[in-house]
T-cell receptor, first 111, second 114 residues
Framework: GQQVMQIPQYQHVQEGEDFTTYCNSS?????IQWYKQRPGGHPVFLIQ?????EVKKQKRLTFQFGEAKKNSSLHITATQTTDVGTYFC???????????FGKGTLLTVNP | DSGVTQTPKHLITATGQRVTLRCSPR?????VYWYQQSLDQGLQFLIQ???????AKGNILERFSAQQFPDLHSELNLSSLELGDSALYFC?????????????FGPGTRLTVL
């Protein structure tokens, strides 16, 4: 079956450092979404990627969808304490349109 | 504020009991999704309803059931509760059928089974 691995599971950085989380799939994805969940909060939609090789930017955040549509990444430039939270990739696949969240990457930022 | 409401915020109950969690989607959204979030399993998709009909099923146990009513609010029923059912239950809504639109999450219901 389709498997998506999200790495790393945890990442601790100093404020101002960059951060990247990756989602890698064993099969081609039709699209991928990214969500952020602050500690104690609920997931909040960040972006959706659909096209092969797509790159989208939101201020300090850069999202990429691989050429083969099997991997995606979220890169944060110059992290701030407000970036703290868990970042999830989300995809829908399989015959039952099952939605699957990656395990998430918990980002902590040391001020 | 996402516009999705969930009640109750917290629920404490005993093993073997049955509880009902309620969700009201954002105005205009026809799809409702239920998720379970626990420390060891992460965020697990349970089920999706679209305009009253079941649309997609995830890792939902047979002891759990859900429905979406004509006014589009949804309820998740959890029965014969076990300790392992303790988790945060999120409801989300979206406008579309396929789930490719943005999902807006509610604040969640924290269930504790003692």
């Amino acid at each position: 079956g389709q498997q998506v691995m999200q790495i790393p599971q945890y990442q601790h950085v100093q404020e101002g450092e960059d951060f990247t989380t990756y989602c890698n799939s064993s099969t081609t994805l039709s699209n991928i979404q990214w969500y952020k969940q602050r500690p104690g909060g609920h997931p909040v939609f960040l972006i959706q990627l659909v096209k092969s090789g797509e790159v989208k930017k939101q201020k300090r955040l850069t999202f990429q969808f691989g050429e083969a549509k099997k991997n995606s990444s979220l890169h944060i430039t110059a992290t701030q304490t407000t970036d703290v939270g868990t970042y999830f990739c989300v995809y829908r696949g399989g015959s039952n349109y099952k939605l699957t969240f990656g395990k998430g990457t918990l980002l902590t930022v040391n001020p | 504020d996402s516009g999705v409401t969930q009640t109750p915020k917290h629920l404490i109950t005993a093993t073997g009991q049955r509880v009902t969690l309620r969700c009201s989607p954002r105005s205009g959204d026809l799809s409702v999704y239920w998720y379970q979030q626990s420390l060891d399993q992460g965020l697990q998709f349970l089920i999706q309803y679209y305009n009253g009909e079941e649309r997609a099923k995830g890792n939902i146990l047979e002891r759990f059931s859900a429905q979406q009513f004509p006014d589009l609010h949804s309820e998740l029923n959890l029965s014969s509760l076990e300790l392992g059912d303790s988790a945060l239950y999120f409801c989300a809504s979206s406008a579309d059928f396929l789930g490719t639109d943005t999902q807006y999450f509610g604040p969640g219901t924290r269930l504790t089974v003692l």
